[in-house]
Nanobody
Framework: QVQLVESGGELVQAGGSLSLSCAAT????????MGWFRQAPGNEREFVAS????????IYADFVKGRFTIARDNAKNTVYLQMNSLKPEDTAVYYC??????????????????WGQGTQVTVSS
């Protein structure tokens, strides 16, 4: 059974940086896409970034381009989200996701096969 365990969320000041991690276990697929969604209070979950495990191809939402970087560590089955130049509007619960297969466009929430438990990121102004 696939499990995704996130860590790294905390309170940070605007302009600061934060790194999230997500360790995956129970993986049996030949290829998959891991990524991050976020959900702010009163909002729907939205796509943030994704990475295709086999090709290392990355996709970003427009609102994080140039500020966030997604990366993976094959040996540790871990995906990271490095967040720089954080803004108060980045405040949300961040969820690690896994979708079977190589997705070459942003994954929709209904296309996610596995979700992590979420980690809170709070950016103070």
């Amino acid at each position: 059974q696939v499990q995704l365990v996130e860590s790294g969320g905390e309170l940070v000041q605007a302009g600061g940086s934060l790194s999230l991690s997500c360790a995956a276990t129970g993986l049996t697929f030949s290829d998959y896409t891991m990524g991050w969604f976020r959900q702010a209070p009163g909002n729907e979950r939205e796509f943030v970034a994704s990475i295709i495990w086999s090709s290392d191809r990355t996709i970003y939402a427009d609102f994080v381009k140039g500020r966030f970087t997604i990366a993976r560590d094959n040996a540790k089955n871990t995906v990271y989200l490095q967040m720089n130049s954080l803004k108060p509007e980045d405040t949300a619960v961040y969820y690690c996701t896994l979708s079977k297969g190589p997705w070459t466009r942003p994954v929709r929430s209904g296309e996610v096969d596995y979700w992590g438990q979420g980690t809170q990121v709070t950016v103070s102004s």
